[in-house]
């Protein structure tokens, strides 16, 4: 197939609904809202407190406009293999993937939200490929950016917000070459993903290349944040410092990572949600046999040289 045909078909994609629009398994909800607040360390209380609620302007609990998408999750089918019958926007990276361009980057995702959902509301999403852009050469690979925006409606099909997507899908520019018959050279064994450093973050990973691991503090209300960001989330504040975590921590929630495998980690994997002793959660490996981690045990941050050139803050069971 040559360039102009391939393309000429990414064209009959681009416009399209990916497929029917999915209504949420559930409506709004305030036990789910208290999960997700629970889980992000979100302590507003107009999403949990009713009786603040009835104090606002909203006059009873809203949910967090970040849990937009979260309503109209499939849960575990999303990763269930099927023959893409009926969804557009799987036929199109298959189509992809046959051509070749089998490799795929997210690039970004913005979300606009117009107005807060209150419990009992009804979720719906309708996905479009909204363009797919003309080829580009980026550092990864040669390959073409697909664009979705799904639009978010209510009970009453009014909309309540969006959100766009952008994919790269291309063809690695660096893929491995296959071994000629009878070589004796082996792969080089694969690297973990490497952070991707900008204003608000380097900061954080220079002082862990030091042994040090910093929490975020607001110069204003004095509130901890983690992961580094450059507003307060109480105050709005963007004046922050930092300070230097002891290393202690307890055991809030985790789980035990069985598949699916990816190089080059070790499983199965302890990931843990973890206390720290300055009163704020970081998400780090556990370095312990999974039989026995639990809830509530004691941890100590220890630095691991996971790579020749790259350092990790992990954690590991108190002794004693």
């Given amino acids: 197939m040559t360039r102009e045909e391939f393309e000429a078909k990414l064209k009959e994609f681009a416009g399209k609904p990916i497929g029917a629009s999915i209504v949420g398994r559930d409506a709004v909800n305030e036990p789910m809202i208290r999960q997700w607040c629970d889980a992000m360390g979100d302590t507003n209380p107009i999403y949990w407190d009713p009786n603040f609620a009835k104090t606002t302007l909203h006059g009873s609990l809203v949910a967090p406009p970040t849990m937009l998408q979260g309503w109209t ?41 117009d107005r807060y959902l209150k419990p009992g509301d009804q979720v719906k999403a ?37 959100m766009t997507f952008r994919v790269l899908k291309y063809k690695a520019a660096n893929k491995p070459k296959p071994v000629s018959e009878g070589a004796t050279t082996q792969s080089a064994a694969p ?28 110069s204003h209300c004095k509130v901890l944040r983690h ?47 973890l206390d720290l002793e300055e009163g704020t959660r970081f998400v780090s ?17 220890v630095f691991e040289q996971v790579e020749e050139d790259m350092i990790l803050p992990l954690f590991r069971p108190v002794k004693g």
């Fill in 73 to 113: 999750l499939d849960g575990i089918k999303m990763a269930l293999p099927d023959d893409s019958k009926g969804d557009l926007q799987k036929q199109l990276h298959t189509f992809f993937n046959e051509n070749g361009y089998d490799a795929v980057l997210g690039t970004n995702c913005d979300q606009e939200y």
């Fill in 126 to 162: 309708t996905t479009v490929i909204e363009a797919i852009s003309e080829q580009k050469a980026t550092a990864v690979g040669t390959g073409y950016f697909i664009t979705t925006k799904t639009t978010f409606t209510d009970q009453n099909d009014q909309r309540i917000g969006t």
């Fill in 285 to 301: 490996n556990i370095l312990c046999d999974p039989k026995e981690v639990y809830v509530g045990m004691k941890v100590e941050l």
């Fill in 227 to 273: 992961p580094p960001r450059p507003m307060c989330p109480h105050c709005q504040s963007l004046k922050w410092e930092s300070i230097e975590a002891s290393g202690k921590a307890t055991v809030h929630s985790f789980v035990v990572i069985h598949h699916p495998v990816i190089p080059p980690f070790d499983y199965p994997l302890v990931v843990g949600v």
């Fill in 191 to 218: 690297k973990r993903i490497r952070p991707v450093l900008g204003h608000d973050n380097a900061w954080w990973w220079e002082g862990v290349s030091a042994k040090k691991l910093l929490i975020q503090k607001c």
